[in-house]
């Protein structure tokens, strides 16, 4: 399992299978009408237990703290996305962006949109820093910040514009987010995103060349792996390959709801 090769197939698997988990969790709490707190609530223990095994992993080098640190990151970031795509932590702005605004009153309203949300993900990365900086094992810290990173770059993208903003996967409670993102052939800050993320896996991989022990080839492999992920998903906004294949086969069918715009693809981050 200290394979550089293994981690970074684990970790794609991981990453495609907790996607599509929570899509599956999301579009079935969508169709059968359940009230989505409760659905949050029932889910809250795999935020408990992500927040203990982040917390009994980071004293630990070995392979199975690795990976469980590793884990224990994807079921807190998991519980928080599940909790916006049911639309129970989100932002104080549930409506639909009016046309025709001026660009600082669009900011404001796009921020109200998820502004909870995104406050919440900010406090996880500043107490998982707080506790997880200058430990032995730091694979979970460096996994949150780039799941946290990689996010907030993908949403300035998508407010700013992209060519391609997947809403096939966009769930009923999210329908308002729609009209406060655009649709662009580019916008300023792509290259940097793309710029930095692939800079990010180049550090990654210069990085394992000199690790001083196969565990820790294995936690650089992951977080390289992950970036490299991230990096593929901004591509995925500008280049048209059918990335949606990944997750549809095995989705309830959608029901028909007459929407056809929306800012969330079926992009991991």
């Not at 659905?39 to 095994?53: E, H, K, Q, V, Y």
């Not at 669009?106 to 109200?112: K, M």
Request: aromatic share 12%; charged share 10%; glycine share 8%.
């Amino acid at each position: 399992m200290t394979s550089p090769w293994i981690a970074a197939l684990a970790a794609l698997f991981l990453w495609w299978f907790s996607t599509g988990a929570i899509m599956v969790a999301a579009r079935r709490a969508d169709q059968s009408g359940r009230h989505p707190l409760r659905i949050t609530l029932l889910s809250l223990p795999l935020l408990i237990l992500g927040l203990l095994a982040f917390h009994f992993t980071r004293d630990s080098a070995t392979a199975g703290a690795i990976y469980g640190s590793f884990l224990s990151v994807l079921a807190i970031w998991g519980w928080v996305e599940l909790a916006f795509l049911t639309g129970v932590i989100t932002g104080p702005n549930p409506h639909p962006c009016p046309k025709g605004l001026p660009e600082w009153e669009r900011f404001i309203r796009a921020w109200g949109t998820i502004a909870y949300h995104e406050m919440l993900l900010a406090a996880l990365l500043v107490l998982i820093w707080l506790h997880g900086a200058g430990a032995v094992n730091e694979v979970g810290l460096w996994t949150f910040a780039t799941l946290y990173l990689a996010r907030v770059s993908a949403k300035l993208n998508l407010y700013f514009g992209v060519p391609r903003i997947n809403t096939e996967f966009l769930p009923k409670a999210l329908g308002h987010l729609a009209s406060h993102f655009r649709l662009a052939r580019l916008n300023w800050i792509f290259p940097i995103s793309v710029t930095g993320l692939t800079a990010a896996t180049a550090w990654w991989l210069y990085e394992m060349t000199g690790a001083v022990s196969p565990t820790e080839t294995t936690g650089i492999a992951l977080v390289a792996t992950l970036t490299a992920l991230a990096l593929l998903e901004h591509w995925l906004m500008v280049l048209p390959l059918p990335d949606a294949k990944l997750w549809r086969w095995m989705l309830p069918a959608p029901k028909q709801t007459g929407h056809t715009a929306g800012p969330e693809g079926p992009n991991g981050l």
